[in-house]
């Protein structure tokens, strides 16, 4: 209720529209657009989907796409065409005890995905995909969804609602690149905290450090090789410290004071 009493605190649904993958496996099956060819794409479903970037599935069986029968028919508006840009994914279905309930990740050109992942193009979203990828991979964000959540499932509803900070065009300029560039991590949250004057906003220089620290995340991650499937529920020991500023920059976009936070933080490891 404190979040939202905020004025300049927006909901998901005013910045951005989340789509449910366009390959229904039952309905496609019986078209028989589905093919063993292994030389047709996979198609991605929801277990490829790990934090900030696609993995090999952890479960399920592979599914390949003849794609010249899939789009046959369909005109270019149809969201059978999503593959052609650049999108964010994020898991439609994840246990209650699992070690986040929302899982984003970014889904490059010419990949298709199943009806088990809900997505959002860049014609969809008013904000940069990599600060709306920040956003969804937030403990604020992961915390407020568990409140509400009595499933398994991410429906739209409640992606639609989930709060967003007002992204303010303007603001002083700072040089958080070179901090950044030195993983001095506090220097560069209490220089961000310090261009945070009105609660509920992202003014543009915070926006952008969000975006290059997503970039960096993302890196990591696709480059990372896991050892075994349990590294899956966490991020490369890199990609842990610039989580954490992010995670903290995002608390005071929201108004949240560090006690707020800790609380918060608190009650994601009593959630799990």
């Given at each position: ?37 292994p030389s047709a794409p996979l198609v ?75 997505y959002i193009v860049e014609d969809s ?148």
């Amino acid at each position: 209720m404190k979040i939202l009493s905020v004025e300049k605190i927006l909901r998901m649904s005013q910045i951005g529209k989340s789509y449910q993958g366009e390959v229904n496996e039952t309905n496609e099956r019986k078209k028989q657009t589905l093919t063993s060819d292994p030389s047709a794409p996979l198609v991605l479903h929801g277990a490829n989907i790990c934090m900030y970037t696609i993995r090999e599935a952890s479960q399920g069986e592979d599914i390949r796409l003849d794609v010249q029968k899939f789009l046959k028919g369909k005109g270019k508006e149809a969201k059978a065409f999503a593959y052609e840009g650049n999108r964010i994914g994020f898991q439609r279905s994840s246990p209650q005890n699992n070690f986040r309930r929302i899982i984003a990740a970014p889904i490059p050109k010419n990949n298709f995905c199943l009806d088990t992942v809900s997505y959002i193009v860049e014609d969809s979203s008013k904000i940069n995909l990599d600060l709306l990828l920040v956003l969804l991979n937030s403990k604020i964000l992961d915390w407020y969804f568990r409140i509400g959540s009595t499933n398994s499932k991410v429906n739209e509803y409640q992606f639609n609602v989930l709060p967003v900070p007002t992204v303010i065009m303007d603001g002083p300029d700072i040089n958080w690149q070179s901090l950044l560039s030195k993983d001095q991590w506090q220097e560069l949250f209490s220089l961000l905290c310090s261009t945070l004057t009105e609660v509920g906003t992202m003014p543009k220089s915070v926006a952008e450090a969000l975006i290059e620290m997503c970039r960096c995340i993302q890196e990591n991650e696709r480059n990372r090789v896991l050892k075994n499937r349990s590294e899956r529920s966490r991020l490369a020991p890199e990609s842990q410290p610039i989580q954490d500023v992010i995670d903290r920059i995002l608390f005071r976009c929201y108004g949240i004071c560090d006690d707020d936070a800790r609380y918060i933080e608190q009650r994601l490891l009593e959630m799990l």
